[in-house]
């Protein structure tokens, strides 16, 4: 398991509940020695004591050189590096299952595309869902959609098929791992919902509440099925799991730091004074930018994602910025046609705004 944070332990403990022994990659050598001597991440997943078949280590090396199956589970934007790391000690052909969410700046690469450019001849797959890492370390009951480019022969074999090894391993009393084969549609839902989770928050913490969230989701879906289908994704693996499953988790919390981030900037709270300045990974900020970058070389309209990237990379106020959102022209549902007509100036009635807006 390369990546001792939060989702990192959480699934090394999960999958170290059955039969395989895991071992966890961290960083930093110390943080390997505390893990191993206290038999928990006090900094990461602090309340759970976890299974004595996972061992950290420091050296990536010694993390893989045994290794029949690895997961990538650092952020998205270490996921090139550390692909790179891990060439010179990998073993040939094992299986690599990716979990970070998000797609690449530079190249519009999924984070599984990322992964075959710098680890050819391995089998790679994405696990992505709607699973906080302390619930699902917990036990809380969870699942999740793991997704290989798998022949349907050898699908549920798991003596030839990597993904249903990995289902396996994965999978316990409590954490179900469900099968696809519609990569891009699995990833997409994992990059944009972080993004849609930001605008909820932004919104909530301006003062709106249940009405602006649902229609929030619901239209942050269609933009994840168009993106989807522009990338040869499917429209249904987007209502599964990993698209509504995970955007309606991650739209509904603040556990989520995507919409705890979204929350905190709506309320007027300067950035660099979110979550007390603290150095929290908020996947959804950085791929505002990349997401609509490929949607825009794809013409692909994403207007809520086009939203929040203004804010956060162009320095727009949140307030005027959604009120134009939400004054667009008329859209059928699902999108086929649009209707252009005369708005009066955009605004949205809110005293929070009006208090609050930065
Ligand atoms: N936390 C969750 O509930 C959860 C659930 C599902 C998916 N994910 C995804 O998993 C990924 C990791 O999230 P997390 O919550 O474990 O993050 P985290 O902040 O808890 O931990 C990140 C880990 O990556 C390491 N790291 C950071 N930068 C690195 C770099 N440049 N090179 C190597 N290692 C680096 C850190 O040392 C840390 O161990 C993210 O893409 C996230 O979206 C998280
Ligand atoms: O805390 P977040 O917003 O990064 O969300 C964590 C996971 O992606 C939820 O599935």
Redesign the pocket.
Known sequence: MIGAGA?GTALAHVAAQGQTHVTLWARNADHAEDLNNAGRNERYLPEVDLAPRLRATADLADALSRAEAALLVVPSRAVRDMSQAMRKVIPDGIPITVCA?GIEAQTGFLMSQIVEDELPGHSVGALS?????RELALGHPSAATLAFAFDQASRLNPETSAAARMAVTLTTHAFRTYLSDDLVGVEIG?AV??VI?IACGMMSGAGYSENTRAALITRGLDEMKALAEALGGRRETVTGLSGIG?LT??CSST??????LGTQLGKGVPRAECFDGQPI????EANAKSVTDLARKLSVPMPICETVRSILHDDQPIAETFARFWSEPIESEPRAMSLTFEHPAPTLASPVFKETAT
């Open positions: 989702y969410k869902g709607p699973t906080f890492a994992g919902k972080n989770a995970d988790l991650t556990t989520s730091r995507n919409m705890s990974v908020v996947e959804g």
